[in-house]
């Protein structure tokens, strides 16, 4: 599986052998479904009657309450991708998950609380899960919209999420735009705005800055700087960067592995 995310992320866009690659890690996921029954296509009924596809990863352990992560892929990915990726992770660590695609969650901000709790309910209702062990994941812009989730739904648990900077970010560039001024706002300023986005996070929150995420470095660190002081639960995590000749390439499998011991722990913990 990690090979062929490999493959994927080294292929230009435009190359027929991306296409190629994705048909690949489809089959496989396919087979692995009919062998193992850890991994099953399913239907999530949405609140206007939509159907929202997803792939179910099972714990494997049918006996035990476990916890659950709902997982959104980021822009231009399908759920195939992300699942492919992330199911070498998964493996062993006990944890279901419940696999979206960001462009089946990403419509305007009440439906897409309202598709992200029918996620929610579809996990609470599995046999093997323990419903107060539910975190969420996103990458990229679905980065932004688990934390929009988390703020919204106290049953969250745990969120790898943007911690709000996205939203920071929109609301510097709607100012400088507004204002026709370049400078950014103050530091004072630019400070409460950024307590008062972790303030309302209820569970702890891993943020993801740097490499391919949506989150700058420089502010993920503000953000982090400021919740240590006030005791609040966001931990920030900087994906390990390989010098290639084009260029640098992010170790996905290293911040992936990251991510989901800090899931693995964090959910653990949480009653």
């Known amino acids: 599986m990690t090979a062929f995310e490999l493959a994927r992320r080294l292929a230009d866009e435009d190359d027929p052998q991306a296409g190629d690659v994705l ?6 996921i396919g087979n692995f479904e009919s062998l ?7 239907e999530i009924a949405s609140w206007d009657e939509r159907k929202l596809p997803a792939y179910y990863v099972s ?31 998964l493996a062993g660590r006990g944890m279901a ?5 960001y462009q089946d969650v990403s419509a305007g901000r009440h439906e897409q609380s309202a598709i992200l709790s029918s996620c929610l309910d579809y996990l ?10 539910i975190g969420i994941y996103g990458e990229g812009l679905s980065a932004a919209l688990a934390t929009d989730f988390a703020l919204a739904d106290r049953r969250i648990a745990a969120a790898v999420c943007d911690g709000g900077l996205w939203n920071w970010a929109r609301t510097q560039a709607s100012i400088s735009w507004m204002t026709g001024a370049s400078d ?5 300023v ?8 972790a303030r309302r996070l209820k ?9 391919r995420s949506i989150a700058s470095v420089p502010e993920a660190m503000k953000l982090e700087t400021y919740c240590a002081a006030a005791r609040i639960d966001l931990k920030l995590l900087m994906p390990r960067l390989a010098h290639i000749p084009d260029g640098e390439f992010e170790n996905f499998a290293a911040c992936d592995d990251d991510i989901f011991v800090w899931l693995e722990r964090t959910l653990t913990s949480a009653s």
Request: with cysteine; net charge neutral.
């Open 36 to 42: 193992k029954q850890r991994v099953r296509r399913v």
């Open 59 to 89: 714990a494997g352990e049918p006996e035990l309450f476990t916890p659950a992560v709902i997982c959104i892929s980021r822009e231009g990915e399908t759920e195939a991708m992300l699942v492919g990726r992330l199911l070498p992770v």
């Open 97 to 101: 998950a419940l696999v979206l695609a």
């Open 184 to 188: 950014l706002l103050d530091d004072h």
């Open 124 to 133: 609470t209702a599995q046999p093997e899960v323990d419903a107060s062990r």
């Open 23 to 28: 048909s690949k890690l489809e089959a496989i």
């Open 190 to 197: 630019a400070s409460a705005y950024r307590a008062r986005l």
């Open 203 to 211: 569970c702890p929150a891993l943020v993801v800055a740097g490499g």
